[in-house]
């Protein structure tokens, strides 16, 4: 017989390692005063936004297209750190399930849903044409000329209840310059890979290239403004639009042929778009950072080798333009997110855009910049909320359905195995207060969310991890029929046998799970994950708990001679005495 090894001379050494395991796990839970996990829709409520794709023709959409829409739309909303969302096909139609209340910013995500496209911006004014009065006086406009600025470089003109990024651009007014290309030879002057698109024009600022006349005095937006190589009819459509109405219209048709009249996302401008330039698949990547001389906030947009040479191509042509047709609008949905001046060209597929954003600001243009490319244009079919009273209902239905399971498994744990049935209740105790330990860790650190499906995995790895525990205590008791080992001796070689086949089952039950997990979606996926982890925790228990406590009760009398209640008597273990032998064998 091998001698023993030191895990099997020391099982308090394992049990020691598993104690300080759950310790640190019940700490992290502790210090963050995260006691309950984070529950997904099913279980917290929350909102199903589902997207009909419009198409030019009518027809329906290829498979293709919406397979890319999802990715892109699963893309924009994980990027929001909401976990546990749900982004799937249904038919033609696309189905985001967003847990939790509150969710306002996905929702606009999810449903700005047309392709990023830049244009160059052709005529600006207000988004509303203001009142006039009998008082106002033609020599003193209300309106800054192009570029104007206080002497401490902000806006005059007020942002009013604009958007924080709105706020970030309208703020963000350069001095005048004698010389109009100025601004192009100072950012020269930068560091190489610092090529500057700065947002630095607000629409009301830039509305007029010169002092006289003002579109708010003479009443027209278009008045002072050059006008030509505009479409005529476009003219008339943004007189008359009003980019203050809720809509701001989102959603409006984005030819990339043609112009476009379109608002800001803020609702304070109107914009004439000539066509797009640069289309959203061309952009590889945008990233929002600090620079490292100014610590200001930016944005760094990267393109792909068709879209960089497009892009240097816009940008030289427009950049010595007087304005505002030396600004580049970024077009999402039929709305300007943002239309950064063009300082300079900017050849190498990499430029940045500044003007006073804040962190947040930055961050979510990057995101919209980023994942702004899809292939279709959708509209909200539907938009419903789910109550989370109907959650917790199916949440104690778990925990109940939980429970009861646990009781039937105890219950045949004791009848059968008796003594060795409370090893096996205190396995699945330890597997349960480290299953709930994990979750709730991975929920309030990973961005895992506990749903209806999860809890059915969960309830399920009961019976995995009983599985385990059993096969090892029946090579114990194989090992002691013969009786030609000690409980001691039993215990050690049944463990090299059983924990193969522990292994190999575990392995194959994580296998499926892992396949399951990548080939399926939704709350089938949900199920897999779970299913994956108490396979894992399975094999913590079992190598940590379970067999170093075997060890220790085989030294007790009461299991190594073999008492009725311990589950290992010789009638329990199918042994006969040498009577009922010799009656047999007659």
Same mark, same amino acid.
């Not at 080992?485 to 194959?508: F, G, H, K, P, Y």
């Given at each position: ?68 829409? *999802? ?280 430029? &940045? ?87 709730? *860790? ?45 409980? &001691? ?9 059983? &924990? ?40 913590? *228990? ?45």
């Amino acid at each position: 017989m091998a001698p023993p090894t030191s895990s099997q001379s020391k099982p308090g050494r394992t049990l020691l390692l598993l104690l300080v395991l759950i310790i640190v796990m019940g700490a992290t839970v502790a210090l963050q005063k995260a006691f309950v996990p984070k529950f997904g829709l099913d279980l917290a409520g929350g909102t199903t936004v589902t997207l009909s794709p419009v198409t030019v023709d009518g027809k329906a959409p290829s498979q293709e297209s919406l397979d890319r829409a *999802v990715t892109i739309i699963r893309q924009r909303v994980n990027g929001t750190g909401i976990s546990d969302a749900q982004v799937a096909k249904s038919n033609d139609n696309i189905v985001i399930q967003i847990p939790g209340a509150g969710r306002e910013e996905a929702l606009r995500l999810v449903s700005t849903t047309a392709e990023l496209r830049m244009r160059q911006v052709l005529a600006v004014a207000p988004a509303k044409q203001p009142a006039t009065t009998p008082s106002a006086s033609p020599s003193a406009p209300a309106t800054a000329t192009p570029g104007a600025s206080s002497p401490a470089g902000e806006s005059k003109t007020p942002s009013g209840n604009a958007s924080p990024a709105g706020r970030a651009l309208s703020e963000a007014l350069t001095a005048p310059s004698p010389d109009p290309n100025a601004s192009h030879r100072a950012t020269t002057h930068r560091r190489a890979g610092a090529r500057h698109a700065r947002a630095d024009a607000s629409p009301s600022a830039a509305a007029s290239p010169s002092p006289t006349p003002t579109p708010q005095d003479s009443g027209d937006p278009l008045a002072g403004q050059d006008t030509s190589g505009i479409d005529p009819a476009l003219l008339d459509e943004f007189r008359k639009i009003d980019c203050t109405a809720k809509n701001r219209g989102q959603g409006a048709p984005d030819d990339p042929n043609k112009q476009i009249v379109a608002c800001s996302d803020d609702g304070t401008a109107r914009y004439i778009l000539d066509k797009a330039a640069v289309q959203g698949t061309e952009i590889s990547g945008a990233q929002a950072g600090t620079d490292p001389t100014t610590g200001e906030w930016i944005v760094q947009v990267n393109f792909k080798s068709k879209g960089a040479s497009q892009f240097a191509d816009i940008t030289r042509r427009i950049t010595s333009l007087p304005a505002p047709r030396n600004q580049l609008a970024n077009v999402l949905d039929g709305v300007v997110i943002v239309a950064p001046t063009i300082e300079e060209a900017i050849p190498g597929g990499s430029a &940045r855009i500044s003007g006073g954003f804040t962190q947040q600001t930055a961050t979510e243009l990057a995101d919209q910049l980023k994942y702004g490319a899809l292939p279709l244009k959708f509209q909200q079919s539907s938009v419903v909320s789910v109550s989370s009273t109907l959650g917790q209902d199916q949440l104690n239905g778990g925990l109940i359905s939980g429970a009861l399971g646990l009781i039937v498994v105890v219950f045949y744990l004791l009848l059968y195995y008796r003594g060795l049935g409370l090893i096996g209740m205190a396995s699945l105790c330890v597997a349960t207060v480290v299953t709930y330990l994990t979750v709730d *860790v991975l929920s309030h650190n990973a961005g895992f969310r506990l749903s209806l499906p999860h809890i059915i995995g969960l309830v399920v790895s009961i019976g995995i991890t009983a599985d385990s525990f059993i096969v090892y205590f029946e090579r114990i008791r194989d090992e002691m029929k013969e009786g030609r080992r000690t409980l &001691r001796s039993a215990v050690e070689v049944a463990w090299r046998r059983a &924990r193969r086949t522990i292994l190999v089952a575990d392995a194959v039950m994580f296998i499926a799970a892992v396949v399951l997990y990548f080939l399926a979606v939704g709350d089938v996926a949900g199920f897999a994950f779970a299913m994956g982890l108490t396979t894992l925790i399975d094999i913590v *228990v079992v190598f940590l708990f379970t067999k170093p406590v075997m060890s220790l009760v085989a030294r007790l009398r009461f299991f190594a001679k073999g008492h009725k209640l311990s589950g290992l008597d010789a009638e329990r273990m199918g042994r006969t005495s040498p009577a009922e032998q010799t009656l047999q064998e007659a």
